[in-house]
């Protein structure tokens, strides 16, 4: 049975469509933690040629409070008014701190994402294009020169078709990216990359148990020390809006900062999304090139606050 899967699986892997959502057999290293309250509970293929963008440099937010999201609030899409960029908590950085403890990389962070987290969609640029990094305000260009290394990195846990339970499932990997037989893409990527910061923006590839393997990975990342960063994406596949709408509620309940980059498209015309002629039957999940633009910018945005808030590292300061 397990060969018939992988044989399925690269089947899979030439599109970006969601791992089959029986698969994961799910033996997290973590333990169920206490929660403050219970809430209810991509696409590396070829990109579209778009207009030209804004530049990134511009594209800048006004970091504000991620307000909590009561977990019996009446309005389900009270989360469209959190902000883009989140001030974090004091719990973060004792996070940081435990994780060094524990021999996590102070230089490292990780993405976990479907194929719109991968290098060429999301942060790769940060590591291939020169300009643009010397186009970027001082205190980003000092978050990328810390991170040098992670921008542009392929990882068992940013992927085609990646889904939380994926992420938990020891042969989404194949074998690849150093990761042991047996050994989880989360588990993997800990081992081999020591991340101090994860970035988690997946859900277009949604399952009936997302927010509960979310909250699994998410008690492991918090057991070894590392600092989630939890982000909304920019689709609505589900047709309900509740892979962001838990994605906040997580936030609130574990006190960690939010990425709203769903709050971030408001502008833009059918929010930054377009469907694939060749593929009709995804919908709109493929980012254009400025919906892009603004991903990358955000994101690195969202990154350097929380390094910032973990490391007590101000602009310009030694750390």
């Not at 219970?38 to 970091?63: C, D, M, R, Y």
């Not at 959190?82 to 994780?99: C, D, F, H, S, V």
């Not at 994402?113 to 205190?139: I, K």
């Not at 994860?198 to 509960?212: A, D, K, M, P, Y």
Request: with cysteine; charged share 20%; proline share 8%.
């Amino acid at each position: 049975m397990k060969r018939k899967a992988i044989l399925i699986l690269l089947v899979f892997l030439t599109a970006c469509t969601s791992a089959p959502e029986a698969a994961p057999q799910i033996t997290p290293r973590a333990t169920e933690m206490p929660t403050r309250s219970v809430p209810t509970p991509g696409h590396s293929l070829e990109t579209a040629k778009q207009p030209t963008v804004t530049p990134e440099a511009t594209a800048t937010f006004t970091p504000t409070l991620t307000p909590e999201i009561p977990s019996n609030t009446s309005d389900p899409n009270a989360w469209m008014q959190l902000p883009i960029l989140p001030e974090p908590g004091e719990n973060i950085r004792a996070i940081y701190e435990k994780g060094l403890t524990l021999g996590n990389d102070p230089n490292s962070f990780s993405i976990f994402g479907d194929c719109q987290a991968r290098p060429d969609e999301f942060f790769g640029a940060y590591e291939t294009d020169a300009t643009l990094v010397a186009n970027l305000p001082p205190e980003l260009r000092e978050t990328v020169e810390n991170f040098n290394g992670s921008f542009n990195r392929e990882s068992s846990t940013a992927q085609d078709g990646t889904t939380p339970g994926a992420l938990l499932w020891d042969q989404w990997h194949r074998g690849q990216y150093g990761c042991a037989y047996g050994e989880t893409p989360v588990a993997c990527e800990l081992r081999t990359h020591r991340p101090s910061f994860v970035i988690i923006q997946i859900g277009s590839h949604f399952e009936s148990r997302n927010t509960e393997y979310l909250r699994r990975i998410i008690n492991q990342l918090l057991e070894e020390g590392i600092v989630p960063i939890l982000a909304t994406k920019a689709d609505n596949r589900e047709l309900d809006h509740r892979v962001n709408r838990d994605m906040a509620l997580l936030a609130s309940e574990f006190n960690l900062p939010l990425w709203n980059f769903w709050a971030s498209l408001n502008d833009l015309p059918n929010r930054g999304l377009y469907t694939r002629k060749d593929r009709p039957l995804q919908g709109d999940i493929y980012l254009t090139d400025e919906a892009q633009a603004i991903q990358r910018a955000t994101g690195l945005q969202a990154l350097n606050i929380v390094w910032r808030a973990a490391t007590g590292n101000r602009v310009g300061s030694d750390g």
